[in-house]
């Protein structure tokens, strides 16, 4: 299946290719529409992109080998006959890719969606089989370790080892086998649910995406329906009846109900209702959407504030299908929004303080609202001055931005959410294809905040987070305490038309989608590109996220690091090297006294162990003797997914209580008194 892990982005499919004596019957090149776009794509990237790459046979090749990869990360689906057969294709596709031609990467997948069909249905005969746990057997999971399997024979006993695999893994978490046979069922029936439900177009965007990826991993090809779901990611709202959908076996179920949004107000819809039909207006015709693709049933569900929607639901409490008409409105996305509560420090570290502490989930921004003159847009910068100016009416000692697991957003907003606590002067560097560097500035006098601040960033941090950090660490301004550096996400991309460079698009009236593409390179105020390093913390707490293979640098094609001048600014001087070794030696000293952290440690070691591993063991002893040494790691970190393999909800309390955000809290009183000792006189 492809990888959702290795940010494969779009669910594919396609009718299935023509088998002639063993050969692919070659598809036609796609429509008129797709030939254009195809060649207009190829031409932006060649004039726009960073690097100004010449798209030639070395990028063919490269393509090649990221789209297979795409597809069939785990070597589960293509033999080697097929990728011989691709092969031949190495150093051609940059030609067909200018003529417009995607037929290969129909090709390609036409054969990955044969081979999943026909593995999926050997799984599931692999699912009813029985197992003998006892056998010394082992898998081996390190992908650059195992070949492309060199007939039927060798791939199908890569699915039984696999199979074997999940349903060790349930025996060992204590469930029953044939619920667990049944949940793995219903996992294979979903993926070839999803493949069978997608549409060429949307091949036509996994291809193309797949080919700006070979020049850096954040370009990609955005169909007009991704770019609807990209607005709504910015601008934090839309218009619909405020739910979360997914697809279940067929079925369209309620994951969530947004607070505050219509089918909350309306409170009929509940979490696990079961969606059976859409209609629109007050008496539509209710259409089936059974086994219908998420994306169009959530297209039919959205529309235009103050229109109905009719939903034909079989509740989940039981009871017969019922027919609820809901009145569209403006959903705002709240969960993802700034959040900020001031905390006693007290009941939680035995230390006095107030400490104010702000959530920055992204640096969203509505683009639409701001342009047309809104006066409430949704803006990350603006939300966070409220929240600072309810801090400095309450009155706080210090505050803490939470930027965990933030992946950036808006670079206006990184820049303006810096200017609240800088007073002027430049905040990011951007180097353009040509070599020339600019400063982009807080140009308001004046700050919201001027007290002590603490960044608190982790491995998921990246971009506008690392602008953020960044300034603060370079104006020493501030501190930043988390992972050991943050995503290292260090270029700009741009957002085009595609249609827009079209000539006589005047007259075509085709939407064609947008790229993203990278057209620039920011440096921190020091000079330092934070590219692929990232931007280091003063204060290093413990996590096993730390110690994964995530950032910038475990990405195909990243960009290397590089450096330029540093930019004139003055120094805030509220933090020194004595002032960090000093915070750095308090953190360290109660991070090696405490229980929890303790606990993190040993897992953090255990992880690492295995994670040297190029292969796992299928025997039920063996494995429950390594789950026993994991057992740590699970405490510490979790289960990330729920019984039917979705993800779990994240804990909605707000800074919960556990020894992290204790120690941040620590680490932030011992800055306050730092500050108050007058340790940071000097740089």
Avoid at 59 to 76: E, G, M, N, P
Avoid at 336 to 364: N, W
Wanted: charged residues 30%.
């Amino acid at each position: 299946m492809i990888s959702a892990s290795r940010r494969v982005r779009y669910a594919l499919a396609l009718s299935l290719a023509a088998v002639l004596g063993g050969q692919l019957v070659r598809p036609a090149l796609g429509d008129a529409d797709d030939k254009d776009t195809t060649k207009l794509v190829v031409q932006m990237v060649s004039r726009f992109h960073l690097s100004r790459p010449q798209v030639d046979d070395a990028v063919s090749s490269k393509f090649l080998d990221l789209y297979i990869k795409h597809l069939d990360l785990q070597k589960l689906y293509f033999l080697k006959a097929d990728i011989d057969e691709f092969n031949k294709h190495r150093t051609t596709l940059d030609d067909e890719l200018k003529a417009g031609d995607v037929g290969f990467g129909v090709l390609v997948f036409n054969r990955y969606k044969e081979r999943m069909q026909a593995q999926v249905a050997l799984a599931h005969k692999w699912i009813d089989a029985n197992h003998d746990f006892s056998v010394e057997e082992t898998m081996v999971t390190d992908r650059d370790q195992v070949s492309w399997a060199k007939d039927q024979a060798e791939l199908d006993d890569r699915w039984r080892q696999r199979i074997k695999f999940d349903l060790l893994q349930a025996k060992l978490d204590g469930t029953e086998m044939e619920k667990a046979k049944e949940r793995l069922h219903k996992r294979y029936r979903n993926a070839l649910l999803n493949i069978n439900n997608m549409s060429q177009n949307e091949a036509v965007e996994f291809y193309l995406t797949s080919f700006t990826q070979v020049f850096d991993p954040h370009s990609t090809y955005m169909s007009p329906q991704s770019w609807e779901n990209f607005q709504i990611d910015l601008r934090l709202s839309l218009d619909g009846i405020g739910a979360a959908l997914r697809s279940d076996d067929g079925f369209t179920i309620v994951a969530e109900i947004v607070k505050g949004g219509a089918a909350d107000r309306d409170g009929r819809l509940k979490v696990g209702d079961k969606i059976l039909a859409v209609g629109q207006g007050d008496k539509g015709d209710l259409e089936d959407i059974y086994e219908a693709k998420l994306n169009d049933v959530v297209r039919k569900i959205r529309g235009e504030r103050g229109t109905i929607v009719r939903l034909q639901v079989k509740p989940e409490a039981g009871g017969d299908a019922k027919t609820y008409n809901i009145t569209r409105a403006k959903v705002e996305l709240q969960e993802r929004a700034v959040k900020g509560e001031i905390i006693d420090t007290l009941p939680r570290t035995g230390r006095p303080g107030r400490i104010g502490v702000i959530s920055l989930p992204s640096f969203y921004r509505d683009f639409e609202g701001a342009q047309g003159g809104a006066e409430n847009f949704k803006s990350a910068a603006k939300d966070m001055e409220l929240v600072l100016q309810n801090f400095a009416r309450e009155g706080v000692d210090a505050v803490i931005v939470d930027l965990r697991d933030n992946g950036g957003g808006a670079l206006s907003e990184a820049i303006e959410v810096s200017g609240h606590f800088l007073d002027q002067g430049p905040v990011v560097q951007v180097k353009e294809p040509n070599g020339r560097v600019r400063a982009l500035d807080d140009e308001l006098q004046g700050v919201l905040y001027n007290g002590p601040l603490v960044v608190v960033c982790n491995r998921l941090s990246a971009s506008a987070s690392e602008i953020f950090a960044g300034v603060i660490k370079d104006y020493h301004r501030g501190i930043v305490v988390g992972d050991t550096t943050t995503h290292g996400k260090g270029t700009v991309q741009n957002l085009m038309e595609v249609a827009a460079s079209e000539p006589f698009r005047i007259f075509r009236g085709v939407d064609r989608g947008k790229l993203k593409m990278t057209i620039q390179q920011f440096y921190r105020v020091n000079g330092h590109s934070t590219q692929s390093r990232g931007v280091r913390s003063d204060v290093v707490l413990p996590s096993i996220l730390d110690h994964l293979d995530q950032g910038e640098a475990f990405l195909d094609n990243a960009l290397p690091f590089d450096q330029i001048q540093e930019a004139s600014h003055e120094d805030n001087r509220m933090v020194s090297p004595n002032l960090v070794a000093q915070l750095q030696k308090g953190s360290e000293g109660r991070v090696a006294r405490d229980e929890e952290f303790g606990k993190v440690n040993k897992a953090i070691t255990r992880y690492l162990e295995r994670k040297s591993r190029k292969s796992v063991s299928l025997n039920e002893t063996v494995q429950k003797a390594e789950r026993d040494l994991d057992k740590e790691i699970i405490d510490q970190e979790g289960e990330n997914t729920d019984e039917e393999g979705l993800p779990k909800k994240k804990d909605e309390k707000f800074f919960p209580e556990n020894a992290y955000n204790k120690e941040l809290l620590n680490v932030t009183l011992d800055y306050i008194a730092g500050l108050k000792n007058h340790v940071a006189v000097q740089k």
